[in-house]
């Protein structure tokens, strides 16, 4: 499959703790980007790093880029609640727009 | 400022049949690509225009095709419906040219019974 991997498919954590998803792309990527989606609706874009990028922040969110070992990392800070969602990776490999999407994983976040 | 639309929300079709869907991206945005998601197979890249070109296109049969207009405008058909070409179809917009972050629809979800 051309579909890249995160780990792990699922995640429940108390409010106020960190969540941290992983995921892993196959080839040499332009960049890659982490979107967050409720309940089966369209797709939140939360954060983009650029291959020449290590680490990227926006607010609480935390991603972070290892070129070498194929491989990305999000981290959600301090949880809420209304984090509750599935989060996707997707690598873009070149300039024509195309995503290739991981199979997302699910967190919950209780209260 | 209006975001990604994307119509309808719902269809229902039979098998056999033949369904059109439409997206208007956000105004100014020239790149308009659009996605399958299945439970089974997750998100899948149908194909993407820019400026009324095709750019890229992924592996689903020829039964998926797509255009976009002059004004940005884009539908995706597929013919000969199949039981499996239920799922969620999502449309996503971009200013840019290259590689930037996509603006998604809220999708149309069909049914083919």
């Known amino acids: 499959s051309q579909q890249g991997e995160e780990d792990p498919q699922a995640l429940s954590i108390q409010e106020g703790e960190n969540a941290t998803m992983n995921c892993s792309y196959k080839t040499s990527i332009n960049n890659l980007q982490w979107y967050r989606q409720n309940s089966g609706r369209g797709l939140v874009h939360l954060i983009l790093i650029r291959s020449n990028e290590r680490e990227k922040h926006s607010g609480r969110l935390r991603v972070t880029l290892d070129t070498s070992k194929k491989s990305s990392s999000l981290l959600i800070t301090a949880s809420r609640a209304a984090d509750t969602a599935s989060y996707f990776c997707a690598s873009c490999y070149n300039q024509g727009g195309k995503l290739i999407f991981g199979q997302g994983t699910e967190l919950s976040v209780k209260p | 400022k209006a975001g990604v639309t994307q119509t309808p929300r719902y269809l229902i079709k039979t098998r056999g049949q033949q369904v059109t869907l439409s997206c208007s991206p956000i105004?100014?945005?020239?790149?308009v690509s659009w996605y399958q998601q299945t439970p089974g197979q997750g998100l899948q890249f149908l194909f993407e225009y820019f400026s009324e070109t095709q750019r890229n296109k992924g592996n689903f049969p020829g039964r998926f095709s797509g255009r976009q207009f002059s004004n940005s405008r884009s539908e995706m058909n597929v013919s000969t419906l199949e039981l499996g070409d239920s799922a969620l179809y999502l449309c996503a917009s971009s200013f840019l040219n290259a590689g930037g972050g996509y603006t998604f629809g809220s999708g149309t979800r069909l049914t083919v019974v």
């Open positions: 105004s100014g945005h020239r790149s």
